[in-house]
């Protein structure tokens, strides 16, 4: 069996004293890189120290408010909604890119570390601003926005590899507002996402439901599917192998829970109180819930169903909602040394 590799999804506690506020005006201002990149990068570093083989770029931002802000803006544009390339950029990319330049320059033996990127995806964005309406012409656009953004950061990383783009597409399956054709969603996935595959990336697709995975399936850019079978185990059933197998695609398995406000409504059924006012009980989620245990039993588990279609696992969501980077980075490390454990048990 292959090397199953560790990702996550991206989103992560901010610092005290940082406001998202203050996150999103100084991407988008840039008059402050020099007080945003630190933020930025020391994340990144507590990922890496957790054993994350495949980190993914600090993500503290609206994920679809920091694409629709220039796609917005008619400066930014050729015409409604069609992003003008040089405005398809990501700061986030550009900070990894400056901290491991500085890497390289005081290392003496310097290896591409490998990134994961998430984009929001076309869907994502057209709901977020047009609902129910059917406007499918705009609906492409945004795709092609979308993978400007990829683009751009392929050609930026230089002293790092994008291994895997992640598109983030948690409507579909979910919101009833989506009505759009499935033939017209699977051409917008597939352009959304050229980008990436030129340039030799696996291409995720981030989803909440697997209602409908097999537009994924359909979909010749998108490789591995991510479900977050970690808090809701029953999903994996929905899939059918032999259409993952017949079609190469792969699993990204959510294999430690992140859905921290269900989790703390359990501490606080068990020990009385309210979770949130007591850290002691909170730090019982890493403790006594998703401890390296635990997380390896469900690894194995969908590994026994799923076999080699297993090629990514890592946390159900990310961990912005989180109260502490401190507890965030721990499930980090318990899902680490339950994916070396399970690598060490498998030889």
Known sequence: MSEILFDDIGSFPLPAGISKDFVSRAAFDRDCDEKLFPLLNQVFEQKINAGVHIPNYSQFRDMTEQFLHPIRDENCCDGPFSLKEEFA???????????????????????????????????????????????????????????????????????????????????????????????????????????????????????????????????????????????????????????????????????SRTDIFNMAGVLNEKYGGNAWNKPEILQKIVTEMETPQVIEKRLSDISKAFGDLVKYAGPDCGLGSWPTQELAAALLKNTGKAMESFSKNKK
């Open 89 to 255: 950029s990501t700061v986030e990319i550009e900070a990894m890119e400056a901290y491991f330049k500085a890497q390289k320059k005081n290392t003496d033996s310097f290896e591409k570390p490998l990134v994961r990127m998430c984009v929001t995806g076309p869907t994502e964005l057209y709901l977020k601003e047009f609902g129910s309406a059917d406007y499918v012409d705009i609906y492409q656009l945004f795709a092609k926005d979308v993978n400007l953004f990829v683009r751009n950061a392929m050609k930026k990383a230089k002293h790092f590899k994008i291994q895997t783009v992640s598109l983030d597409e948690p409507s579909i399956g979910i919101n009833p507002e989506l009505s759009l054709p499935a033939d017209e969603m699977i051409r917008a996935l597939t352009n959304a996402t050229r980008a990436a595959g030129k340039y030799g990336a696996d291409v995720q697709i981030h989803i909440h439901s697997p209602l409908y995975y097999d537009l994924a399936c359909a979909t010749p850019t998108i490789n591995v599917i991510g479900m977050e079978s970690a808090a809701t185990p029953s999903y994996m059933d929905m899939m059918d192998k032999k259409v993952l197998s017949d079609t190469d695609t792969f699993i990204r398995a959510g294999i």
